[in-house]
Every structure is written in C-alpha cells, then in structure tokens.
C-alpha cells in the first residue's frame, strides 16, 4: 500500500470564519448552508478543531457498512461512498471516530469527503492557510522503493538535517553517479565510508577543500570523451563552497561544466568546531564570532551565494529547505535533468543541532521557520524562465519565532533583530523584483 | 633530568598548546591575526578572535589559508606583529606568500600544528612530517626560521621569540609543533616567561634620514634592511619579482646576485640571536637522541630508562629547527657512540643530522601512522645501539627505516 494525499489542519491558523464549510456545501450540495458541508470546524474552548473523514488506512466505516456501499481506493486512498447501494442504516456514522460520516438531513442520507478528486474546495477557500492538501505522499510512492544509497553506520549528530538532504538528494540522483565530498560534515559523517561497509553506495571522492568542482570538471570531462554518461556531483558545505571552494565552483559555473553542484548549507564551519563562514548570517554566534563584552556575534551580513550562482548564468539554481519535501524533489528533478547538459547549483539549507544550539528532535520545525519567516526564500531559477519564488513570501511569521528557537541567537539585542528584519525586508524586496523581471534569456527558438 | 620547564611555582595555569600561543603571541605585542579554520591548530584562532579585541587587536577570518598569510603580509606591511594558525594542508597552500614573504621579508610568523599527512591525511592525529617543508616549501633559495617547541610552556615562550627574532631580522617565522603538543593540556606559569619575553622583545628597525636617499634594501653591517611603511613619507615598493636595493624589480644579473646573496647570509651574522637547544646529559652520552616536539618529550623519559639500565644516553634537542644548529649538534654528540633521531615521518630529521654529522653513524625510528613513539621504544632502540659487552662499538652507520 501507497501513501495518500491528505488535508492538513492547523488549529492554531483558525479562526472560524467557516468559510471552508460553506465552499463545501456550495461544491457538493450546491448550497450555501454550512449545516451541509462534509466538513465542519467545531469551536471548542477558544480553540477549533476539525470533523472530516481522514481516509483512514484501516476504515471502521467500511467494515460497519452492511451494504458494501463504503470501499477504499486502493489508487487515491479516498473511502467512496455509493449512493445507490447505501441503505441509509447510518451505522457507519457509528464505527468513525473522527465525526468524517455527516448526516445530510435535507438529503436524507449520509454524505462524506472525497478530497473533491484531488482539488478540496475547502483549502482553496481557507484565508488564513489552516487548512493544506498535503501532496507529499506522491514522495513516498515514487521514491519510497528506490535504492537507498546511503548505507546505516554514519556518525552525523543527533537529528542532523544534512544527512537528510545527502540520502533523498541520493534517491534520485540514483546509483549512475561520481560524488565528490570536500572536507567538512559530509565525509566527516562516514559518508565516504570507513571499513567498506558504510558510507555511500556509488563511487564518492574527497577531493580538497580548495577545488571539488575542478576535480569533477576532470571526472566529467573525461567520462564524457569515452562515452560514458555519468551525473556528476557535488555534496559540500558552505565554507567549501562559498569560502576557500568558490574559485572553482564560479570557474566550473562560467564554462558550463555539465555536473550538479549541491551545497548543503549549515552556515558555518561545523565540522571543525563552529568557525563562522562566509554563508553565517549576521550576528550569529560561532567559535570565532564570539559573544561577550565585546563581540556580539558576526558583524557583517552572509554572502547570498545562490543569487551569485544566478549570475554566472547557470543551466539551473534553487534554493531549497528539507521543511518542505515537494519542492526540494521538485528542484532535485530539474537540478538533475539541468546538470545533463549545464552547470546546475542546488543550495540546501541545513540546520545544525549541533552548532546552532537547538534541541535535535526540532530540525525540521526549524527548516520550516526559517522559511516562513522569510529568513530563508525558496525560489528556482533558469535562463530561459527566470526566476520564480516557490514559497510565497507574503504574511510571513514573525521573526523571532525563528531567531529565538535558536541558541547561536539568544544574545540578539533589540537593534540586532531590527537588521536582520531590515536585511531580509531587502532580500524579499530584490528577489521579487528578480521574478517579476525579464529572463536572462530569450526563449529558445 | 626534566630540563624542559614544565611545572613552574607559582600562579599556574592549565591551559592547551594552542592557547598558550595565543597568549604567547598577545604577550608578545602581535595585534592582528588572520586564519582560516583547519584541524588541529583552530583553538589559536579561537583563543584569538575573543583575545586580540581586549587589547585593540584585529582578529579576521578570512576565506581561506592563502588569504589569511597574505592579509597578515599586508597588516606586517602596514607597521604591525601579525601571525597566522594552519596546519599542513593549509601550510601547502601558504607555500607561494610565504615565499614573498621571505623575499620582501616582511615580518610575521605562521604557526603549523603537524598532523598526519600527506594531503588531508589524518586532521587529528600527530605528525612530524612538515620538518622539510617548513625549510623548503616554497619555490626558489630564500633564508627561513623554524622553531619547534616541545612543551605547552615553550609553545608560548618561542612564539614569542618568533615576533622577536621575525621583527629584528625582518623574516617570516615558521612556528612548528605537533598535534599532541597543540592540544596537550597542561598546568604552566606564564607571568615570569611573559615578562621575560617582553624585555626582549625587540621592535622592527624603521627607515630613518633624509627620504631622498632612503633605499628599501640598502643595508648596513647588520644585513637587515631598514623597513617603511607606505605612506610613511618614504619610497617604498614591495614586490614578489627579484629586485635590487631601490626595491624595484630588476633582471640586473650583478644587482640580483647582490640582493639575494644578502638575503641567504643574512641569518649568519645572527646565529647567537637565533640558535637554541636543549642538550640533556650528552657530556658524557654514548648514545645521543635527537628529536622535537612530542617525540623529543618521550626522549626524555627515554634518556632516564636508559641511564637507569646502565646505558648512557642524552637528548639533543633543537628548538631552533632551522636554520639547525649544527655546531652544537656536532658539540653534543663529539663524544657519543651511536645517535638516534626517533621522528613523527618517514625520514627527514634524520637526513639532516646524517647531512651534519657526515660518515657518523646515525640511526631513525621513523612513524607516520598517527601515533607517537612511546619512551620505551626509544630506550630500547638506543640501548640496542651500545654494545654493553664493551667489547665494540656502535652498530652500522647510515639512516635505517625502523617500519
């Protein structure tokens, strides 16, 4: 069995105006009666909570149901409801515990949601973003049986996002494949192996700090010249990247070697005990940016290198966040298809439990702020097309519920959380202005 | 029999090697450190980057090694004590400003914490395979100084005689200890060393007199130049291309010879100023070790084992690396039977003593597996090499590889 598509629901972004309810019972009772609608938002101590059918894997209502007018699709996974085998004992309103079974009185029988074929009216009319149709599923269904290439046995820290992005970013870059893995968390972690049965299962190298993307130019080049067809990888940190790695990776991205440049950023040297790096945004704690009577973090804003890759014309650059899947699959699926003939740049943000000072079971809740709070933009970008947000940038959270789930910020003063606000205020400001302009150039012929 | 001072009276401190440097390099007047992180030689720049800003100091994390030695060149340009931390790979990479540092000579001093090499090699584990680099990195025939301390205490007391002897010869100094000593944590009192390196801290000798007829590589009999910084009134031109006094490049066969001919004597005349060693019990040693660092602590240890069992053994050590200090090598072991360089590599101390010594036999242990060689290993070997039958003499010369 596959995992299925599902609506989400988040209490806290409710504030019942039920308007989910009534485009409900518009789409499937043609009427405007909230009374009607297959799902309903129930007050309850200053707090709503949701009534709707969840899909579930093991129905009640199916089981009850003596009429078999109840049956799951194996295909969507929605419990269909049919009308002309149905003979109204409403048992099946007996075995939900989700209150997903409504009795429709004007209609005289039971009625429940069927995710209205993939489009759920009720999310498109939610204003405030509580209700989601969560399409993820679709992840697991298309990858969840492909290889994993990367092996149990590696020594990252507890609830270390970079091993996260490494093993779905290996999924589909699949077992045709050269990595290259300067110094730093990535092969520190085992994943250029330590006794042959761990690390990753396609050949990896650990070129220097220096010039991963010119030894892949080699790799590349020369696989190319003899006919074989290989993806071509990197997997580096930001400091190998954007720091002492970025006059090979701009010379690689100017003459458009054909590889996929992944940068797994964690904003600093973490590997070698927290330095700041050039990707540290301001005023960050690090072991070299200290914080006391006269240090108060990093002082100076981190380098957007994304938008720098942007410029170096490149066949694709994203930005990406493991707080949301879909699009990081999305963006590895052009990254990849982009690498086959160009230079592809794929920056990943990374929290690090370790370094950034948070507890490791929130990695994901953290990936997901930063992107909300705009900290971080999520935005894909090709020659052809420009560049597009994919992440809308409007009503983001505030600030601090980023910042202060953080401990490399817990000195941030009132004046310090103002210029980051500013910083990110400007970057929103200039990549909007990016997507709403011209591409670099003209659609091919 | 511990001539090493590692345990002073009073007002102790437990700190690190790396640290001790830090303070070291604080203590002796530097106030600007550029470095980039790297394995084992990080906590320096740690240490730093909270340090150098308590005294008005400039700390920078550059984008990489070869930025940090030449933001360093640039700050030791500008008038001020200026270091920078790596270990072997980034001391790769700082091979070429190195070089110009030593052709331009302009003062600094670039500490190397030896792991395992080559390459990346092992970033944690200790290594003493940077000996020959340390002398021969860069490209061409420039003059260095290396000084390898073996003790969190000597860690700080030779940084700070490299400002000195960096500042009063106008050269590079290349600072070269292993990892174990690096972050080896132990108890030290640093008050008395500190003072004692401040009053022989000696400041840079600055251009003086008319500014028409300054020349930035003229000398007198010291053979250092007189140094300017730009902007300072006087003409200056710093450059990596072979020049002539006037400090402009020239392909002058007879200027260049002169200029470079300078540069490689000019340690010569300073050899009192710069030589340094420790000769544990040689007067009367058979057998003589010689070694630094780490290796040199376990000969320690060893010198006593083997005088406990009847061999007399001694340690010569030399805290000047380089130039070595070869006349007092050729002193200490005048009356020994065998010598024994037990070192961190796959032979290169050892080629120098043999280089010093000539037809004398010279033995190695010789290790590059990332771990040290331990006190018992190196009294056995020594012990081996005296014949304590009385009967004979020391075993077959020449170097030989013990694994």
Known sequence: MGAFE???????????????????????????DAARSRIQVLSSDGSYEL????????????????????????????????????VDCLLCTVGCSYGGMVYDVDAGHVAKCDLCDGDPACVKACPRGALKFLTTARIYNEVGNLEDLFVPGLAGCQGCNTELIIRHAMRRIGPEAVVATPPGCI?????????????????VFHPLLTNTASML???????????????????????????????????AAERGEEMLFICVDNEGYMNTGMQRSGCTPYGAW???????????????????????????HCAYVATASTGFMEDLYDKLDRAIEASEHGFAYLHVYSPCTTGWRFPSDQNIEVSRKA????????????????????HAAEDPLPLAEYVMALGKYRHLSEEQIAHIEGTIAQNVKFVKGLAAGVPLAAAPA | MNAIETAPAASMQLISGNHACALGAIAAGCRFFAGYPITPSSEIAERLSRGLPEVDGVFVQMEDEIASIAAVIGASMGGVKAMTATSGPGFSLKQENLGYAAGAEIPCVIVNVMRGGPSTGMPTRPAQGDIMQARWGSHGDYPIIALAPASVREIYTETIRAFDLSETLRTPVVLLY??????????????????????????RKWASGPRESYRPYAVDEDGIPAMSRPGAGYRVHTTGLNHAEDG?????????????????????????????????????????IVSIGISARAAIRAVAMCRARGVRAGLFRPVTLWPFPQAALREATAGARAVLVPELNAGQLSLEVQRILGDRPVDAIHRYNGEPITPAEIAERASSLIDTTGAGSAKAPGVRRAR
């Open chain 1, 286 to 312: 690090t072991s070299t940016t200290p914080v006391g009577e006269r240090g108060r973090g990093k002082t100076q804003d981190a380098k957007n290198l994304p938008l720098l890759m942007v410029m170096h």
């Open chain 1, 371 to 390: 992107v909300r709070t705009n900290f971080v933009l999520l935005w894909e970008f090709d020659p052809q097309s420009g560049l597009r947000l994919t």
């Open chain 1, 6 to 32: 599902t609506i989400s629901f988040r209490p806290e972004n409710c504030n019942g105006c039920n308007d989910c309810m009534i485009a409900c019972a518009q789409a499937k009772a043609q009427s405007d």
């Open chain 1, 217 to 251: 130019t080699g790799v590349r080049r020369y696989y190319k010249r003899i006919g074989r067809n290989v993806k071509v990888v990197a997997l580096a940190g930001d400091g190998g990247t954007a720091d002492v790695g970025f006059q090979s990776l701009s010379g």
């Open chain 1, 187 to 203: 092969p520190g972690m085992g994943t250029v192996g330590y006794n042959g049965l761990t690390g990753t299962k396609v050949p």
């Open chain 1, 51 to 86: 009534a709707m059918c969840r899909q579930c894997g093991d129905p009640e209502c199916v089981h009850n149901c003596p009429a078999a007018a109840l049956s799951k699709d194996a295909e969507s996974g929605v419990i269909d409801w049919d009308a002309s085998k149905c």
């Open chain 2, 248 to 288: 402009f490049p020239t392909q002058n066969p007879e200027a260049v010879a002169r200029n470079l001919g300078r540069l490689l004597a000019k340690f010569e005349r300073h050899r009192d100023l710069i030589d340094s060693w420790q000769a544990l019990a040689c007067e009367d040693a058979e057998v003589v």
């Open chain 2, 178 to 203: 292993d990892q174990v000593i690096a972050q080896l944590t132990e108890t030290v009192e640093l008050g008395d060393a500190g003072a004692r390196g401040r009053a022989a801290a000696a400041e």
